[in-house]
């Protein structure tokens, strides 16, 4: 760096970096924004100019030219209580989304936006194009504003085919709710378990909506009748749920709960009730999260890939920033892993 008349130090510019290496601003400037259509000779030369003068570039400025912010919204639409609970599926995607836009050198902007409020803010600050692309987790309800934003030309990627009807195709990364259900339920089935209830999410949720249809689809073509109780994901509503179960059908011998978390609290339940599990009540979850393997008895669960969900929508969305065509809907495979509690 060169030293300002007033002592201070000047920061490096194109120019001297340009003077530096031999080549012209415009040269410097491809370089330095990523463009790959400079010899290979010619960027190296820049990038020795860049590292002796410590040259920085003026990230705003560069905003300006490219029309970029190098960074990408996460959007949970929950209250900050349950994004920072117990609940690992946040930790989850949050972490697959990290490391991926890490990895790209880009930036993660978490919104939360859990109140009307909160959500007519995040609206503002992303149609204001304050990031590149926007991500949409743990959506409730038929949310106007995926298709908006696809509207104004901003990316956009869900987690969990989107509710509603709309005029612009919104891509989403989602998993096998029905099929990895179906296989939980199947399997009560086929160990003899004859009244068979759940514990569902709720329905104004796609993964509570599609893990209902599930467990509705896999009785069909049994003799068993649905015996169903709704809960919000949380251990807490497991609880609850179970004890009303349990109140309307005393004979029941089986239940799936559509997170790891309610079959938690369902075991609790069970407990509290003296029924032992699996020998009078067999359970199930969902998500395969890593309490599962600790709880008393282990937990049989749907394994589904959350972080994985989180990088791939990470990794749509780069591409959809980059101008890239892209297929709209990415399905990832869950799994059924067996344990002692069914």
Do not use: W
């Amino acid at each position: 760096m060169t030293r300002a008349k007033n002592g201070t130090r000047e920061r490096p510019t194109l120019e001297a970096v340009a003077q530096r290496a031999g080549v012209s601003r415009a040269t410097v400037s491809r370089v330095v924004n990523g463009s790959t259509t400079v010899a290979e000779p010619i960027q190296e030369a820049v990038r020795r100019a860049v590292r002796e003068l410590g040259y920085v570039p003026n990230l705003a400025a560069r905003s300006l030219v490219t029309q970029r912010t190098d960074s990408a919204a996460l959007i949970l639409p929950e209250t900050p209580t349950r994004v920072f609970s117990d609940d690992p599926f946040f930790h989850g995607i949050i972490r697959g989304v990290s490391m991926e836009l890490d990895g790209a050198d880009k930036q993660l902007v978490l919104l939360i936006a859990g109140s009307t409020a909160g959500h007519d803010r995040v609206e503002r600050y992303t149609m204001s194009r304050h990031v590149d692309g926007v991500m949409f987790a743990s959506m409730h309800g038929a949310d106007p504003l995926p298709a908006a934003l696809i509207r104004m030309g901003i990316p956009v990627v869900c987690s969990g085919r989107p509710l509603g009807r709309t005029t612009v195709e919104v891509p989403y990364v989602d998993v096998d709710q029905i099929g990895g259900v179906v296989s939980a339920v199947r399997h009560l089935l086929d160990s003899g378990r004859k009244r068979i209830a759940t514990i569902s999410g709720p329905q104004d949720m796609v993964a509570g909506i599609d893990r209902l249809t599930g467990y509705r689809q896999a009785l069909r073509d049994s003799d068993r009748r649905s015996i169903v109780a709704i809960g919000d994901f949380t251990r807490e509503s497991g609880t609850v749920a179970m004890r009303q179960l349990l109140d309307d059908d005393p004979k029941l011998d089986a239940v799936f709960a559509a997170s790891d978390l309610m079959a938690h609290g369902a075991l609790k339940a069970l407990h509290e009730a003296g029924r032992r599990v699996p020998d009078d009540v067999a359970v199930i979850g969902f998500d395969d999260i890593e309490m599962a393997r600790y709880t008393e008895p282990p937990l049989t669960t749907v394994r589904q890939p959350i972080q994985q969900i989180g990088r791939e929508m990470a990794r749509l969305l780069m591409r959809l920033v980059a101008g890239e065509d892209i297929e709209p809907v990415t399905m990832l495979p869950t799994e059924l892993i067996i344990r002692e509690s069914a």
